[in-house]
């Protein structure tokens, strides 16, 4: 803007000066626009370094154990950063600090970092309309709403924060009722829905931000395609909403839970069916056919069924968790398959061979959840397997301790002093871990593979 108002000026002085300062008044305009242009570029420069800097003293953080001089100095440096930037930055700046595959509590403790309502909700309402979001922004999207919970930390987002932001959701929800949605767009609101769904008690006439939530809720519901997995949950979230089930009686109860909007009350619900698939046949050929369910989270609590139900036919239920591991789009699911196999190991040998095909297979292009998934199912399954397989186990690990650094790290140390190759691999990786890491591996995985050298 500042680059075209000053060129305008000058052309404007141009045409009332006539042709003999033409040459004159051409060489100031692309003066103008250069010297505009290099303080645009360095301006933004800036910006992009402010941001880059808070990141690597994020990271310099998570990789400091508390206490110590380096995380005390980045801890004052990042505070102070955050003190002297523009409250309209913050929100990039937080953006560069998420983290897609951090331990719970992490990003929340970045949002911590820039004190209470450090987000304009109207931002946060932009990114939320961006169907064109970075993933980084959508962790930040659903830290936020993961703060609208009943028990979320009032010192990060007050109540009126809240409520904004959960006027902003229904509002987008209202606006993408009958509009083609993406799986990608449909899991982000799967996630912020079900943060918020049960701050707002049904027929509470004090939050009227609920009530209107679920009449877009509804509209949403009533327009969306039936492949639309959100869709999908809404009527049995809502219908939960207004009759909740305190204690599991039956088992059409316990079904209506697998789909609940909270994780606790699913695996409540997976563990009453768990108890009954061992000696009711039905109920295990209905908990089977869920593991078709359109909803992602119902398939993963109906996958976690059969880890509470053991014994029951391994001969159908391993190959169809093998299945839901390495072919499910769903990484709730991924991991709750992953979760049922470890619960089996003791009749998932046979998958050996063909999860370590999975992870050499060049065909295969798997995300960090999933290759994750399968290093920590190999984990349990080490005692089982053959000299050959653990030699290529000690392969797959070392070429994925960066890219999935907590189920490679989990393998080598089941594998234990057979992982003996791997260790400079393990302690070149230590310098750029996370202190948690870190501690885990000093503590446990190269403990494990030089057991002599540990007692020293």
């Given at each position: 803007m500042l680059v075209e108002l000053q060129t305008e000026f000058v052309l404007a002085r141009v045409l009332t000066e006539g042709s003999p300062n033409m040459q004159r008044c051409l060489d100031i305009t692309m003066r103008v626009v250069i010297g505009a242009a290099v303080?645009?570029?360095?301006?933004?420069?800036?910006?992009?370094?402010?941001?880059?800097?808070?990141?690597?003293?994020?990271?310099?953080?998570?990789?400091?154990?508390?206490?110590?001089?380096?995380?005390?100095?980045?801890?004052?440096?990042?505070?102070?950063l955050i003190g002297t930037t523009a409250k309209a930055r913050h929100i990039a700046m937080a953006t560069a600090m998420m983290d897609r595959s951090a331990r719970p509590g992490v990003n929340e403790?970045?949002?911590?970092?820039?004190?209470?309502d450090a987000f304009e909700v109207a931002e946060m309402q932009r990114i939320l309309c961006d169907p064109q979001r970075s993933f980084e922004q959508r962790d930040l999207l659903k830290t936020c709403y993961g703060e609208c919970r009943p028990d979320g930390t009032a010192s990060m987002i007050s109540q009126d924060a809240r409520k904004q932001l959960v006027l902003a959701l229904a509002e987008r929800l209202d606006k993408l009722a009958g509009a083609p949605v993406n799986y990608g767009e449909q899991r982000l609101f799967v996630h912020l829905v079900s943060a918020v769904l049960g701050r707002c008690p049904a027929r509470d006439a004090q939050a009227p931000e609920g009530e209107q939530l679920v009449k877009a809720l509804e509209k949403y519901a009533d327009k969306a395609d039936r492949s639309?997995?959100?869709?999908?949950?809404?009527?049995?979230?809502?219908?939960?909403?207004?009759?909740?089930?305190?204690?599991?009686?039956?088992?059409?109860?316990?079904?209506?839970?697998?789909?609940?909007?909270?994780?606790?009350e699913r695996l409540k619900a997976a563990?009453?069916?768990?108890?009954?698939?061992?000696?009711?046949?039905?109920?295990?050929?209905?908990?089977?056919?869920?593991?078709?369910?359109?909803?992602?989270?119902?398939?993963?609590?109906?996958?976690?069924?059969?880890?509470?139900?053991?014994?029951?036919?391994?001969?159908?239920?391993?190959?169809?968790?093998?299945?839901?591991?390495?072919?499910?789009?769903?990484?709730?699911?991924?991991?709750?398959?992953?979760?049922?196999?470890?619960?089996?190991?003791?009749?998932?040998?046979?998958?050996?061979?063909?999860?370590?095909?999975?992870?050499?297979?060049?065909?295969r292009r798997l995300g960090y959840n999933r290759t994750s998934c399968i290093l920590t199912v190999?984990?349990?399954?080490?005692?089982?397997?053959?000299?050959?397989?653990?030699?290529?186990?000690?392969?797959v690990a070392t070429l994925r301790l960066r890219t999935s650094p907590d189920g490679a790290l989990a393998l080598l140390e089941a594998l234990g002093p057979d992982a003996a190759?791997?260790?400079?691999?393990?302690?070149?990786?230590?310098?750029?871990?996370?202190?948690?890491?870190?501690?885990?591996i000093d503590r446990h995985v190269l403990p494990a593979i030089q057991p002599a050298a540990s007692q020293k």
């Open positions: 303080l645009a570029a360095a301006t933004g420069t800036a910006r992009a370094d402010e941001i880059a800097q808070a990141a690597a003293l994020w990271q310099q953080m998570r990789s400091a154990e508390p206490d110590t001089a380096d995380f005390k100095t980045a801890q004052w440096k990042l505070t102070a403790a970045v949002i911590g970092l820039f004190g209470v639309d997995t959100l869709a999908a949950a809404i009527p049995v979230w809502l219908d939960l909403r207004k009759n909740p089930v305190k204690d599991i009686a039956t088992f059409s109860q316990a079904a209506r839970l697998l789909g609940h909007w909270d994780p606790l563990a009453w069916l768990g108890d009954r698939v061992a000696t009711d046949d039905k109920t295990a050929q209905v908990v089977l056919a869920m593991l078709d369910d359109i909803r992602d989270e119902t398939r993963a609590e109906a996958t976690r069924v059969f880890s509470f139900a053991r014994d029951y036919k391994p001969d159908v239920v391993v190959p169809r968790m093998f299945s839901l591991l390495t072919e499910d789009i769903s990484t709730v699911v991924q991991s709750a398959a992953a979760e049922t196999l470890s619960a089996r190991a003791a009749q998932a040998a046979g998958q050996i061979e063909p999860l370590l095909a999975v992870l050499t297979s060049p065909a190999l984990a349990r399954l080490v005692p089982l397997a053959a000299p050959s397989q653990k030699a290529s186990m000690v392969d190759s791997a260790v400079p691999a393990i302690k070149e990786y230590h310098g750029s871990a996370d202190r948690f890491q870190k501690a885990y």
